[in-house]
């Protein structure tokens, strides 16, 4: 049982690329979630996913895409990528283990030069 | 509507030392309570949680935390400080579904010898 696995682990972008973070749980849960962590500023809610199929946008949803692939998968696209979105993004998900607990996966650190 | 303050971006103890991390909240409606830790490069890890049943709760780790609700606190205590407490520790309010988390700026918490 890996939990909630990200890739990659680090990336370089360049402003104006695109990339894809990708997002995995092998935990069966209906919903998953994308945030990104700034220095002093907490996680905020980029994009969340309340069961397969539907996506939702959460508190800074500007400059991302979602696809919630399959219930295992989530991803989260930058089109263009900016240095303002120099940041760590987590995936996470929330499943019942008795009562409802959210998992975070390791983070994936991004750097648009 | 919902906030998370916490008190001291940073906090250094001794070892052996008490810690005590302090989060206030506000929240329009009876809240669920969260405090995670996380360690470098890692993503969070729930250390315990408020959910209305005790208000006093007990997490891993040694630590616990007590809601007030007539302080709209819910602190973070561990009698005696170890050198693996060195981490930096999110304290969350929910008010509704995990989507509607949000996450305190976080207290970094140094542990000296």
């Known amino acids: 049982n890996a939990g909630v696995t990200q890739t990659p682990k680090f990336q370089v972008l360049k402003t104006g690329q695109s990339m894809t973070l990708q997002c995995a749980q092998d935990?069966?849960?209906?919903?998953m979630y994308w945030y990104r962590q700034d220095p002093g500023m907490g996680l905020r809610l980029i994009y969340y996913?309340?069961?397969?199929?539907?996506?939702d946008k959460g508190e800074v949803p500007n400059g991302y895409n979602v696809s919630r692939l399959n219930k295992r998968e989530f991803s989260l696209r930058l089109e263009s990528a900016a240095p303002s979105q120099t940041s760590v993004y987590f995936c996470?998900?929330?499943?019942?283990?008795?009562?409802?607990?959210?998992?975070f996966g390791p983070g994936t650190r991004l750097l648009v030069l | 509507a919902q906030s998370v303050t916490q008190l001291g971006s940073h906090v250094s103890v001794s070892e052996g030392a008490l810690v005590l991390l302090r989060c206030n909240y506000s929240?329009?409606?009876?809240?669920?309570l969260f405090w995670y830790v996380q360690y470098p490069n890692q993503g969070l890890q729930l250390l315990l949680k408020?959910?209305?049943?005790?208000?006093l709760v007990k997490g891993i780790n040694g630590f616990e935390a007590e809601f007030k609700k007539s302080e709209t606190s819910f602190h973070l205590t561990k009698p005696s400080a170890h050198m693996s407490d060195a981490a930096e520790y999110f304290c969350?309010?929910?008010?509704?579904?995990?989507?509607?988390?949000?996450f305190g700026t976080g207290t970094k918490l140094q542990v000296i010898p």
């Open positions: 996470a998900s929330t499943g019942w283990q008795g009562q409802e607990t959210q998992y």
């Open positions: 935990m069966n849960h209906n919903s």
């Open positions: 996913s309340a069961s397969e199929g539907t996506t």
């Open positions: 929240s329009s409606v009876p809240p669920y």
């Open positions: 408020y959910t209305s049943a005790a208000t």
């Open positions: 969350a309010v929910r008010a509704g579904g995990y989507q509607k988390v949000t």
